[in-house]
């Protein structure tokens, strides 16, 4: 998370130079009430933050599938997945990272157009660290096969390799 925050912040600044650093030296919180107000906001853009990160897997799911996706919270994660569909990697790799991109190029421009400056620097940190798994995913499909296929259950993505085949055909 602090790695992105930094890279975040820098775009920030990159973007918005005189807000960015005004902000930046001017953060302060007085009383419990703007404590109380600061946690109930943090709180409803992680659940918003949530809510979309699936809602875009789900989209490219939907996109690639012609089918609606689970989603399902399980435990402390929530996931849009597959289960029993067999994905191309590279529609599978487009779609692992379709939250990651979009999410950060929609706050990026966010980040240019409006006064929203902090939540929407907190809410493309969080996705972007929050992406980590989705990531590590998509590095790994890029190891593979060019024909594999993967089904995502939600709780695991199953990776099917195209058979080995002869050089010659067997007589």
């Not at 600044?13 to 960015?20: E, G, S």
């Not at 939907?62 to 529609?91: E, L, Q, S």
């Not at 999410?103 to 980590?132: C, D, E, H, K, Q």
Request: proline share 7%.
């Amino acid at each position: 998370m602090v790695f992105f925050g930094w890279i975040f912040f820098r775009a920030m600044v990159w973007l918005r130079p005189a807000d960015a650093l005004r902000l930046a030296g001017s953060a302060s919180i007085e009383g419990l009430l703007e404590w109380v107000l600061l946690f109930a906001a943090i709180f409803a853009l992680m659940a918003l933050h949530i809510v979309v990160h699936e809602a875009v897997h789900g989209l490219f799911f939907w996109i690639y599938t012609g089918n609606r996706p689970r989603f399902a919270f399980k435990g402390a994660y929530a996931y849009a997945a597959m289960p029993g569909w067999y994905i191309p990697r590279g529609a599978f790799f487009i779609t692992t990272l379709a939250p990651f991109v979009v999410i950060s190029l929609i706050g990026l421009l966010m980040m240019r157009l409006t006064p929203w400056l902090l939540p929407i620097w907190f809410v493309i940190t969080l996705n972007a660290s929050g992406s980590a798994g989705d990531l590590l995913v998509a590095a790994w499909l890029l190891l593979q096969p060019p024909g594999c296929l993967a089904e995502d259950r939600g709780d695991a993505v199953t990776l099917y390799l195209p058979e080995k085949m002869p050089l010659q055909p067997s007589r």
